[in-house]
């Protein structure tokens, strides 16, 4: 690929193609032991398809085609009316067993001099935790919310690494690190008040 100045850049093409197929679905039971309670259990499993990377690639490695990604997910709980219906509370606890997981990684190359970081199915994640949930009609006016949260997700199975793109950046296995982006311990209070 050429500019005006003179100046040039690596123009990368790619002849491959991939193709997917997955089963995806939701089975699930209720039961409502009274009026003020339900209590459920679901599971599921969906996916994520794959293709090719459609960023701006520096290396043809870049483009190499990803698999789809699947989860299967299993989620336990309750759902309940209190103080005569002037307060509402929520639980449940889950558990993810994800699949080929898509995620930006480095090939675990020990000749490369410099590791290549492409969107590729890194291995598997495993996730767990709960939630609960509080809304409370504290007067006519006067309405409480409050939540907490709590998940553990670990990368499980891996071959790839992080953070090694760069010489001597002093990269890694993927395998037994907790996954980018998740918060372990999350919570959150409101009061709103509203009158005429």
Not at 71 to 92: C, H, P, Q, V
Request: glycine share 10%.
């Amino acid at each position: 690929l050429g500019f005006a100045d003179g100046t040039t850049a690596p123009f990368f093409t790619v002849a491959d193609e991939i193709s997917f197929n997955a089963l995806s679905g939701k089975v699930g039971i209720n039961w409502q032991p009274n009026d003020d309670m339900l209590v459920y259990a679901n599971a599921s499993r969906g996916f994520k398809t794959g293709g090719f990377f459609g960023g701006f690639a520096t290396n043809p490695d870049e483009l190499t085609p990803f698999d789809k990604e699947t989860i299967n997910a299993y989620e336990i709980g309750f759902k309940s009316d209190l103080a005569d219906k002037t307060m509402r509370l929520n639980a449940s606890i889950f558990y993810y067993d994800r699949q080929d997981v898509q995620m930006n990684a480095a090939d675990p190359d020990p000749d490369a001099v410099v590791h290549i970081a492409h969107l590729s199915n890194i291995g598997d994640i495993k996730a767990y935790g709960a939630e609960v949930d509080l809304t409370w009609l504290a007067t006519d006016y006067l309405t409480i919310q409050a939540s907490a949260g709590m998940t553990n997700s670990e990368i499980d199975k891996s071959n790839f690494n992080f953070n090694g793109v760069l010489p001597l950046s002093g990269g890694g296995s993927a395998e037994g690190r907790n996954t980018p982006n998740y918060s372990k311990f999350s919570s959150n209070v409101i009061a709103r008040y509203e009158r005429p």
